[in-house]
């Protein structure tokens, strides 16, 4: 049965995309729930109940199968009947604090920016660790693309940028298991990039911006000796993951087996003169109760 979306008093849509996320669509929906005048969703045609739940919420759903994020990203912005003059992108394991929620609130109202960042802080096996990025993630709408990559697709916003107060909670996956089975599929996404010498997300320089140092690490790693160890230490150590305790640790280790593994597949795209076919992730069939894209 759908429902109707009751529009929050904050001017900003919502957009998420998903792929099997019914153990975290309701949560997120929840958190959102009286806050937001519009959410959307683009889904890769889950298996789940992923959109049996978004339905139930009243939130505008589609269905279209997955390239890509940057593909997927932009056909949203592009695509969708966004009637909100502010437009952000959220993901389902995502939750806004309080504190947060507020600060958005004004900024949007301020009407001074034309683009709000946000401070997500990462959450792993349960427990809160130290670790906090900033994203940019509101845009007045209209006015945004995102980089066309396969994975860790960047909006593009011109003019004034602002910091929000608060936190966006990212509650990475329900499980190990869960975890292992998205960082297989990055790993893969990124050995790839290298493979084909595939344009970043972003100009590498490694005196340049935070973001074009990250683009430069990321073309050069593979280049670095030492350099899972080293990445083990920056996180454990610089980052602070050591103040999560055994949890810490775990996340830091894993952090740099997910680019060792990065690696080994590259490697082994080079020995073998070509990269895996590509693998379909969607295992849904369409539900007619929404439109459908191609």
Not at 22 to 50: P, R
Not at 91 to 115: Q, Y
Not at 270 to 275: A, D
Request: proline share 5%.
């Amino acid at each position: 049965m759908r429902s109707k979306w009751v529009p929050g008093k904050t001017p900003v849509a919502v957009v998420m995309i998903s792929l099997n996320e019914g153990h975290n669509i309701e949560a997120v929906l929840q958190n959102i729930s009286g806050w937001a005048q519009e959410v959307f969703l683009v889904d890769s045609l889950s298996g789940d109940d992923t959109v049996e739940i978004a339905l139930r919420y009243g939130v505008h759903v589609i269905q279209r199968p997955f390239r890509n994020f940057g593909d997927q990203w932009n056909f949203s912005l592009n695509e969708l009947p966004i009637n909100a003059p502010w437009t952000m992108k959220l993901d389902p394991d995502e939750r806004l604090t309080n504190e947060l929620k507020s600060s958005i609130h004004s900024i949007l109202e301020a009407r001074g920016c034309e683009g709000v960042i946000l401070q997500r802080r990462l959450w792993f096996m349960g427990v809160m660790l130290p670790i906090t990025q900033p994203l940019l993630r509101i845009w007045r709408t209209g006015i945004c693309s995102f980089t066309e990559v396969p994975v860790n697709e960047h909006p593009v916003v011109l003019g004034n940028i602002v910091h929000a107060k608060g936190f966006l909670e990212h509650h990475d996956s329900p499980n190990l298991e869960h975890w292992i089975d998205k960082q297989n599929q990055y790993t893969s996404a990124e050995a790839a990039i290298l493979y084909n010498e595939s344009k970043l997300a972003y100009t590498p320089k490694l005196f340049g911006k935070r973001l074009q140092r990250r683009m430069w690490m990321k073309k050069n790693f593979h280049k670095v000796p030492g350099r899972f160890f080293l990445f083990f230490l920056y996180n454990y150590i610089i980052q602070g993951a050591w103040q999560a305790g055994v949890v810490g640790y775990i996340w830091a280790k894993l952090r740099s087996d997910v680019m060792r593994f990065i690696d080994y597949k590259y490697r082994e795209m080079r020995l073998i003169g070509q990269y895996p076919a590509k693998r379909r992730y969607s295992s849904g069939r369409a539900d007619d109760r929404v439109k459908q894209y191609k």
